[in-house]
Nanobody
Framework: EVQLQASGGGSVQPGGSLELSCVGS????????MSWIRQVPGKRLEWISSINGRGSTRNYADSVKGRFTIYRDNTKNTLYLQMNSLKPEDTAVYYCGRYQVSYVVIGAIPSDRGQGTQVTVSS
């Protein structure tokens, strides 16, 4: 059974930083590209970043480019999202997701998603 568990969310002031983690199990982690997506209540899921299975290729939505960094440690089956210069509009529930391929996927919402972690940016 594929399991994805995100953690690391919390409350932070504008301009602050957080790092999210996502541990994957039940599959060969390095075989799959991964992503972070987020959702504001009442709105659609928003893709924000993806990384290929090897961790060598990354892509970002324009809304987070230059502020967020996605990376992975395949030895730990863990995906990360370093978030800097956070803005109130980054407030959302963040989910990690798995694609069925190893190459990077841009813009698509993955079908396999774990439980989310809440990020709140407020002064």
């Amino acid at each position: 059974e594929v399991q994805l568990q995100a953690s690391g969310g919390g409350s932070v002031q504008p301009g602050g930083s957080l790092e999210l983690s996502c541990v994957g199990s039940g599959f060969t982690f390095s075989d799959n590209s991964m992503s972070w997506i987020r959702q504001v209540p009442g709105k659609r899921l928003e893709w924000i970043s993806s990384i290929n299975g090897r961790g060598s290729t990354r892509n970002y939505a324009d809304s987070v480019k230059g502020r967020f960094t996605i990376y992975r440690d395949n030895t730990k089956n863990t995906l990360y999202l370093q978030m800097n210069s956070l803005k109130p509009e980054d407030t959302a529930v963040y989910y990690c997701g798995r694609y069925q391929v190893s190459y990077v996927v841009i813009g698509a919402i993955p079908s396999d998603r774990g439980q989310g972690t809440q990020v709140t940016v407020s002064s």
